[in-house]
């Protein structure tokens, strides 16, 4: 058995960086102040400082709301994505499958190194929907995922599903 796969070294750089920044968000010098960001960049040396951000998300804006997506220390956080297009969720599922990939591409990672996913749905009779078309989007080693149901509102846009993800470039 395999215990030193990328997605695993990908992973542990995850939470290393996870618990650098949330330690960090409690150390304050008076005269100093130190933020999390810059403790964690430091900890890693000058390449983990390095934020590159594809702006991808409503292009036409002098200053967009969010990245489509952000890179940092070797990781690849996607935005979420959703379907806003009349369709049931089959249809949108796929369709958001299919921009995190293109997200992923983009970022220059793959379906294949996602850690992590994140799916929100309107509607949670939806689940197994969802479910059939998501089943093998991410190769042999699927990534761990968290699955809720939005509360009142729904998912923005009227989509029936929007999904967010880590990966590893």
Same mark, same amino acid.
């Given at each position: 058995?395999?215990?030193?796969?990328?997605?695993?070294?990908?992973?542990?750089?995850?939470?290393?960086?996870? #618990?650098?920044?949330?330690? !960090? +968000?409690?150390?304050?010098? *008076?005269?100093?102040? =130190? %933020? #999390?960001?810059?403790?964690? !960049? +430091?900890?890693?040396?000058? *390449?983990?400082?390095? =934020? %590159?951000?594809?702006?991808?998300?409503?292009?036409?804006?002098?200053?967009?709301?969010?990245?489509? %997506?952000?890179?940092?220390?070797?990781?690849?956080?996607?935005?979420?994505?959703?379907?806003?297009?009349?369709?049931?969720?089959?249809?949108?599922?796929?369709?958001?499958?299919?921009?995190?990939?293109?997200?992923?591409?983009?970022?220059?990672?793959?379906?294949?190194?996602?850690?992590?996913?994140?799916?929100?749905?309107?509607?949670?009779?939806?689940?197994?929907?969802?479910?059939?078309?998501?089943?093998?989007?991410?190769?042999?080693?699927?990534?761990?995922?968290?699955?809720?149901?939005?509360?009142?509102?729904?998912?923005?846009?009227?989509?029936?599903?929007?999904?967010?993800?880590?990966?590893?470039?």
């Amino acid at each position: 058995m395999k215990t030193n796969t990328p997605r695993r070294s990908a992973l542990k750089k995850l939470v290393a960086a996870v #618990a650098g920044m949330v330690g !960090a +968000s409690f150390l304050v010098k *008076a005269e100093n102040p =130190v %933020n #999390a960001h810059d403790l964690a !960049a +430091s900890a890693h040396g000058p *390449a983990a400082s390095a =934020v %590159n951000q594809t702006d991808s998300v409503i292009p036409d804006q002098e200053v967009p709301l969010f990245a489509g %997506n952000t890179k940092y220390n070797g990781l690849i956080f996607i935005a979420g994505k959703g379907a806003h297009f009349e369709g049931d969720i089959k249809s949108h599922t796929d369709h958001v499958l299919k921009e995190l990939e293109k997200e992923l591409i983009l970022a220059g990672s793959s379906m294949e190194k996602v850690l992590k996913v994140t799916v929100f749905l309107n509607d949670i009779a939806d689940y197994n929907g969802m479910n059939e078309v998501y089943k093998g989007r991410f190769g042999k080693k699927p990534p761990v995922r968290t699955t809720v149901a939005v509360a009142k509102g729904g998912v923005p846009g009227d989509s029936l599903v929007e999904m967010d993800c880590i990966a590893y470039a």
